[in-house]
């Protein structure tokens, strides 16, 4: 394999693009777009997580202290909103735009300056989602699965909501084309399919979800939108409708979504844990079924959100057996890691202590996934906080922690230089201290009884919320030592070698220089 | 995978990005005020749609020059082509969000509301009967459902007559056959039209005779949802006809290099199957 990075300059297209703000407007450089992803994800991140500590500063003692019952219930609605279409989900694209090309060995996306249009749809949501906040009535306030008949009632707010959903649909739905069609069509000659690097599988598999799953959410919001000013019937029960319809159709793009927020992680650790045991991926083919298996599956478990709404027997049974097999190719997952790791010449470096974090604690919210999927039991802890802590560990120590993993991992080779190692060690323990804080108290509130999405609770659940509120503090605060770590690295890192990590073995690292060129391998590497 | 000659081609820098985004903000919060009968909606829902009438002639433009100069190397044509199908996979999935609710209703909602041992059944609607097509147990106001066998069957005839045309005008472009392609690219414009025209005349005549409307209830909604997507979807059809119309008047596409017509094409054939759906499921059933 001859290193390819020498001639890419000056061929086909020019290199010349417009300075200032006006390169970020109009580029469509992958590497540019995916920067602007990160940022953006970064800043609905500090967005949410400001909401959630008014969630929790409210809840830091019974009784009604700072925010009124219809705010905080706007506060608990747009902070799951933001954090999932906003943080998680564009993070994630963020990383394929970045990554995706380097790794298979192509110049760009397939469609890049439709890669631009999909960025640039995101500021426009998050306007509208935010600032519904600032309009008479108040931003939607039913919950981020806006259920009917709360969001068909609401106002203004809720309107905007339903066209911001629209908006980042349209925005997912032209990514994932994009990644599909770069991953299908422009993978260096000799990188077969059961070659590429695992992050580029799982986002494969992600994007066939997204395209499968969000128009199927533009329609639910467009019968929501109907319902609400067009006089249909869809989810009105005088007109023959149900209120259950929108929650079948709304979870069968919902949980199919869970996924597409925790595949790509499977992704980012699947690199990060190979690299720092210095060993290949253990099980590779079998990670790839899993990963499918996991996808298929992920279709037909959605009425396990609904198990108290009223369904027949039968029902509740496949969807509680359904649900639990998923836990089969998951566990092969975690089993390949933990096979990864064994025997390895490991070292702990922040992204590694991330990865490894993430499998800890993500087991942890898996199997209280499990127990969710239980019928009886879910009957008893429908709607509790339990359920807030278990969706908690999947998506905070879950994705959230992968998107850290990856961006210690890579931000050598996007920048030229290294973070502050102590530092991210420093970040790694004090999320991972005060997120267990924060969540592990509240799989016992939610089993002793206290309910979601309420303002006020019972004494007896004071001493629980006030550790959980400080825990969320402490988070909260110590994710600005990651903007920190962040800035600083950029600014002024030591500078970073080719290879940073000896055990790395993908295209990014082992074929193109650091700081990563702006346009890089316009001419294919040869993979053997 | 790569094994052309030449670079793929990855365009310069666009503004038109930018301003399809800021009509879709012009758009979004017009459309938001507007169902909120806030005047201001109405002059933001116009200046965004016209902006993204401009972002579009300007963008479409541009990609058709770049692939009349001959910057799309066979790999980009495969980019487009797994694009196109995508796209169109997402349509369907559109679609079925849409079928799925008309057939949850007809199924399981409405047969539930009728039931005698439901808590609604029996206190509220007992002597609601159920039967489809129905505008639901609470709404009072009668209407006749829209028959299969007059219009709708016409209509039916009209678009797979169409995707005849269109595949003729292909076939017509790979043998170089110009007069030809654009004669049958007309026909297809033309029975796409004259499908939209019939569709109007149909609603007309559910809202003045049948008094069947959007707010008729279960039938209602779904009948005037499901068919209304998919006349818009018609009418963007042709639409993208027309353009494909022009540009082969202007000399554009070559009989090995057309993929805009072929996307355009699929679309079409799209937009036919899933009116059979429609036909057999809305109309017949």
């Known amino acids: 394999m001859a290193a390819v990075h020498g001639d890419a300059h000056g061929h086909g297209h020019d290199d010349h693009h417009p300075s200032g703000i006006m390169r970020w407007v109009t580029t ?70 970045w990554q995706v090309p380097m790794m298979i060995g192509a110049p760009d996306m397939a469609f890049a300056r439709m890669n631009n249009w999909s960025f640039w749809l995101l500021p426009v949501a998050a306007t509208l989602l935010v600032g519904s906040f600032f309009v008479p009535g108040g931003a939607a306030a039913g919950g981020w699965t806006f259920y009917p008949p709360l969001s068909t009632q609401g106002g203004l707010g809720v309107d905007l909501m339903i066209f911001a959903v629209h908006i980042l649909g349209a925005s997912s739905i032209m990514g994932s084309i994009n990644i599909i069609t770069t991953i299908l069509n422009m993978r260096a000659p000799g990188m077969t399919l059961m070659k590429m690097p695992m992050f580029v599988w799982t986002w494969l598999i992600t994007a066939y979800l997204l395209v499968l ?50 595949l790509p992680s499977f992704g980012i650790v699947s690199e990060v844990i190979p690299t720092f045991s210095r060993k290949p991926l253990f099980g590779y083919s079998s990670m790839v079924y899993a990963t499918a298996s996991i996808a298929i599956l992920s279709c037909f478990v959605w009425a396990h959100h609904m198990f108290t709404a009223g369904m027949p027997t039968v029902g509740q049974l496949f969807f509680m057996y359904a649900t639990m097999l998923i836990a089969v190719p998951t566990g092969v997952k975690v089993f390949n890691w933990t096979a990864t790791m064994w025997r390895g010449s490991m070292t702990f470096e922040t992204p590694m202590l991330f990865s490894i974090g993430f499998i800890f604690l993500f087991v942890i919210g898996g199997f209280s996934g499990v127990i969710c999927a239980i019928v009886p039991i879910d009957i008893q802890v429908q709607d509790t906080y339990y359920v807030i802590a278990h969706f908690h560990y999947v998506l905070v120590s879950g994705s959230l922690f992968a998107l850290f993993a990856g961006a210690y991992y890579w931000i050598p080779k996007w920048t030229g230089r290294m973070y502050n190692e102590t530092l991210g060690k420093w970040h790694f323990w004090l999320s991972m201290f005060f997120f267990n804080l924060t969540f592990f108290v509240q799989h016992f509130l939610g089993l002793a009884g206290m309910p979601r999405r309420i303002p006020d609770y019972a004494l007896q659940f004071a001493d629980f919320n006030m550790i959980s509120s400080i825990g969320a503090f402490g988070f909260g605060t110590t994710q600005l030592l990651f903007l920190y770590i962040m800035i600083s690295c950029i600014r002024s890192g030591e500078k970073a070698p080719q290879k ?18 702006y346009h890089s391998f316009e001419k294919p590497p040869i993979v053997n | 995978m790569s094994q052309e000659s030449g670079h793929y081609y990855v365009p310069a820098p666009s503004t038109y990005p930018i301003i399809g985004s800021t009509a879709l903000l012009f758009m979004g919060s017009g459309a938001a005020l507007t169902m909120n009968k806030i005047e201001l909606g109405y002059g933001l829902l116009g200046i965004g749609f016209a902006i993204l009438i401009y972002m579009m002639f300007g963008w479409f433009g541009t990609v058709a020059r770049e692939s009349e100069s001959g910057k799309y190397n066979a790999q980009v044509d495969v980019s487009f082509r797994w694009g196109m199908s995508w796209f169109i996979f997402s349509e369907v999935m559109f679609f079925c969000a849409f079928f799925g609710a008309l057939f949850y209703m007809r199924n399981l909602s409405i047969p539930w509301l009728a039931e005698e041992s439901t808590v609604l059944g029996a206190n509220f609607w007992s002597s609601y009967a159920g039967a489809w097509p129905t505008a639901g147990p609470g709404v009072h106001e009668e209407f006749t459902p829209m028959g299969a066998w007059g219009l709708p069957a016409f209509n039916t005839m009209l678009l797979l007559t169409s995707g005849v045309t269109c595949t003729l005008a292909h076939w017509a472009l790979k043998e170089n056959r110009r007069d030809g392609l654009k004669k049958w690219l007309l026909a297809t414009v033309f029975l796409g039209a004259l499908f ?76 036919d199957v899933v009116w059979l759906g429609l036909f057999i499921f809305v109309y017949l059933m």
């Open chain 1, 28 to 97: 469509t450089n992958h590497k540019d777009i995916g920067t602007m992803y990160l940022w953006f994800s970064f800043a609905m991140f500090l967005v949410g997580g400001t909401l959630a500590m008014g969630i929790r500063a409210e809840l830091y003692q019974p009784g009604i202290q700072i925010l009124e019952p219809e705010l905080f219930n706007q506060f608990t609605t747009l902070h799951g909103l933001i954090m999932v279409f906003g943080a998680i989900m564009p993070a994630f694209v963020g990383f394929a735009n």
């Open chain 1, 213 to 262: 799953v969000m128009p199927v959410l533009a329609g639910t919001v467009t019968m929501l939108l109907t319902d609400r000013h067009f006089g249909t019937s869809f989810f009105n029960a005088a007109g023959g409708g149900d209120p259950v319809m929108f929650q079948h159709i709304f979870w069968f793009f919902g949980h199919p979504e869970v996924y597409i927020m925790i």
């Open chain 1, 500 to 517: 940073p990590w000896d055990g790395a073995t993908t295209l990014e690292w082992t074929h193109l220089p650091t700081p990563a060129p």
């Open chain 2, 196 to 271: 939209i025209a019939c569709q109007a005349y149909e609603y007309v005549h559910a809202y003045n005779d049948l008094n069947l409307k959007l707010t008729s209830g279960a039938y209602g909604s779904t009948f005037f949802m499901l068919t209304g997507f998919h006349g818009f979807h018609v009418t963007i059809g042709t639409i993208m006809l027309l353009v494909i119309y022009f540009r082969s008047a202007a000399g554009h596409f070559t009989p090995e290099h057309h993929f805009g017509f072929e996307g355009v094409a699929w679309y079409w054939h799209f937009v």
